[in-house]
């Protein structure tokens, strides 16, 4: 493996509940494992220094993460551009990233698509760079593959609904990301 360190940057709408659960869920797990894996978030709609909703601290809290001092930030070009690894939950939020810096779509994926493509192409190789390795990844995608508004590979917003609860969204979120950093570490090291 080689010894970089992976800053990802994780999108939502509002950035308060789905993406900063993911960058928690980056954050601790890397941590426990010893990885070398620095993570953000960002909103495509976010209304800049909000907290994050009562629910999700609520839901973070029960896994083992502290959300209370997070703050909303909007989405902006020079994050996506530091960024290695970009992650959207929803499609609408990959599309939003990849129109605000074209450049961006070969390291921009929605969390379960990544699993998805992670799962067909394999892990990261010994000694791979993660752009070289998010490279085989992308491999077959097309920018026009973004049009439309399938939710296949959305984790739901439980901001507002009835339907999905914020619990059983970062519990979703945590085991995505569980998956992509095994397949992003497939030796448990950096």
Same mark, same amino acid.
Do not use: M, Y
């Given at each position: 493996m080689t010894d970089e360190r992976v800053e990802v940057?994780?999108?939502? &709408?509002?950035?308060?509940?789905?993406?900063? $659960?993911?960058? =928690? @869920?980056?954050l601790g797990r890397a941590a426990d494992l010893g990885l070398a894996v *620095? @993570? #953000? /978030?960002?909103?495509?709609?976010?209304?800049p220094g909000l907290p994050a909703t009562p629910a999700t601290?609520?839901?973070?809290? +029960?896994?083992?993460? *502290? $959300? /209370? =001092?997070?703050? /909303? &930030?909007p989405l902006a070009v020079d994050a996506i551009r530091k960024a290695d690894l970009v992650i959207g939950?929803?499609? #609408?939020?990959?599309?939003?990233?990849?129109? @605000? *810096?074209? @450049?961006?779509? !070969?390291? !921009?994926? &929605?969390?379960?698509?990544? %699993? #998805? +493509?992670?799962?067909e192409a394999g892990g990261r190789e010994p000694g791979?760079? %993660? =752009? !070289?390795? $998010?490279g085989r990844l992308h491999s077959g995608r097309r920018a026009q593959d973004l049009i439309g508004l399938s939710s296949d590979d959305d984790v739901t917003d439980p901001t507002g609904s009835n339907a999905v609860d914020? #619990?059983? !969204?970062?519990?979703?979120? *945590?085991?995505l990301v569980r998956t992509v950093l095994d397949l992003m570490f497939p030796d448990g090291s950096a």
């Open positions: 940057l994780v999108v939502c &709408t509002a950035n308060q509940c789905r993406s900063p $659960l993911g960058a =928690a @869920a980056f *620095d @993570a #953000r /978030s960002s909103g495509i709609q976010a209304g601290i609520d839901a973070g809290r +029960r896994i083992g993460w *502290d $959300l /209370s =001092a997070h703050r /909303s &930030t939950l929803e499609r #609408r939020h990959v599309q939003e990233i990849v129109l @605000a *810096d074209p @450049a961006a779509f !070969t390291k !921009t994926f &929605t969390l379960k698509e990544l %699993v #998805r +493509r992670g799962g791979e760079a %993660v =752009a !070289t390795w $998010l914020h #619990r059983g !969204t970062a519990e979703e979120i *945590d085991a």
